[in-house]
T-cell receptor, first 114, second 109 residues
Framework: KAGVTQTPRYLIKTRGQQVTLSCSPI?????VSWYQQTPGQGLQFLFE???????NKGNFPGRFSGRQFSNSRSEMNVSTLELGDSALYLC?????????????FGPGTRLTVL | GQNIDQPTEMTATEGAIVQINCTYQ??????LFWYQQHAGEAPTFLSY??LDGLEEKGRFSSFLSRSKGYSYLLLKELQMKDSASYLC??????????WGAGTKLIIKP
């Protein structure tokens, strides 16, 4: 089975722009979660989608949004980019959508905001 | 607030044993995960503990004490490929994963 894929792998944007990141989960996985990873802060939970519905949301401003499509693929969008948004954005999928499921991570999208 | 503490960095020798500790204060508890993350790569699952005690899986073992808010990951017979960051994460009462900042483990020959 193919793993979780994320596109693009690297992205450079300037302050004020907006960006859309994409995640394709492992085939058959219905839950997709997004995380922001920065050095020293670890992974910060952004949101989780299950069957096209946002099931959980972390403490991020409304500039961060996401959605999930019927084929379980997910996108996250960040509007009005700030320098502090520079980070590795990781997507993870899990098979049954149970909260204690193992998460399978993609390679991440490294976003640099200049 | 919710808090997970791990040492920032540890160094150990090839062939030895190392214990990586994790203490947590979270709103509720529905299990604790350990993930391994090699530099530049995605985290990969190591273990999940929801009941007190020790779970052994090959060279890796994970221990949990819910009353103490404490877990450790024990790595035996260390190999150079074990050099990585080890992430502790707790599933809180809202079933949200709260992550520690990770422990960077350096293995020396």
């Amino acid at each position: 089975k193919a793993g979780v894929t994320q596109t693009p792998r690297y992205l450079i944007k300037t302050r004020g722009q907006q960006v859309t990141l994409s995640c394709s989960p492992i085939s058959g996985h219905r839950s997709v979660s997004w995380y922001q990873q920065t050095p020293g802060q670890g992974l910060q939970f952004l949101f989780e989608y299950f069957s096209e519905t946002q099931r959980n949301k972390g403490n991020f401003p409304g500039r961060f949004s996401g959605r999930q499509f019927s084929n379980s693929r997910s996108e996250m969008n960040v509007s009005t980019l700030e320098l502090g948004d520079s980070a590795l954005y990781l997507c993870a999928s899990s098979p049954r959508g149970q909260r204690w499921d193992t998460q399978y991570f993609g390679p991440g999208t490294r976003l640099t905001v200049l | 607030g919710q808090n997970i503490d791990q040492p920032t960095e540890m160094t150990a020798t090839e062939g030895a044993i190392v214990q990586i500790n994790c203490t947590y204060q979270t709103s509720g508890f529905n299990g604790l995960f350990w993930y391994q993350q090699h530099a530049g790569e995605a985290p990969t699952f190591l273990s999940y503990n929801v009941l007190d005690g020790l779970e052994e899986k090959g060279r890796f073992s994970s221990f949990l004490s819910r009353s103490k808010g404490y877990s450790y990951l024990l790595l035996k017979e260390l190999q150079m490929k074990d050099s990585a960051s080890y992430l502790c994460a707790v599933l809180d009462s809202n079933y949200q994963l709260i992550w520690g900042a990770g422990t960077k483990l350096i293995i020396k020959p």
